[in-house]
Nanobody
């Protein structure tokens, strides 16, 4: 059973930056495709980006492309979400998720494990 713990969320002003971390335990991290999702109040969970187990493929939602960067350190069992040029519409609870599937998917329903989420609030 894989456990995921996110950290790094906080209140930041528009235009600012944050780096979220997600530490995995209880599994073989290098065999997991990892993703970040977010959910704002009253909204559905939204795909942010994903990174393949080897780190060689990274995909982003159009809404964050060019502003957010996903990376991973398999030696530290950690995936990161670097967020720059933050906007008020980026305000949400951010979740990391892990998938044991070989292919990458943007559908949250195919992810096997989820963290508890970390709140990011961007003030205008």
């Amino acid at each position: 059973q894989v456990q995921l713990v996110e950290s790094g969320g906080e209140l930041v002003q528009a235009g600012g930056s944050l780096r979220l971390s997600c530490v995995a335990s209880g599994g073989t991290f290098s065999m997991l495709n990892m993703a970040w999702f977010r959910q704002a109040p009253g909204q559905e969970r939204e795909f942010v980006g994903q990174i393949r187990r080897s780190g060689d493929i990274v995909n982003y939602a159009d809404s964050v492309k060019g502003r957010f960067t996903i990376s991973r350190d398999n030696a530290k069992n950690t995936v990161y979400l670097e967020m720059n040029s933050l906007r008020p519409e980026d305000t949400a609870v951010y979740y990391c998720a892990a998938s044991q599937r070989i292919l990458l998917f943007r559908n949250p329903n195919v992810y096997d494990y989820w963290g508890q989420g970390t709140q990011v609030t961007v003030s205008s």
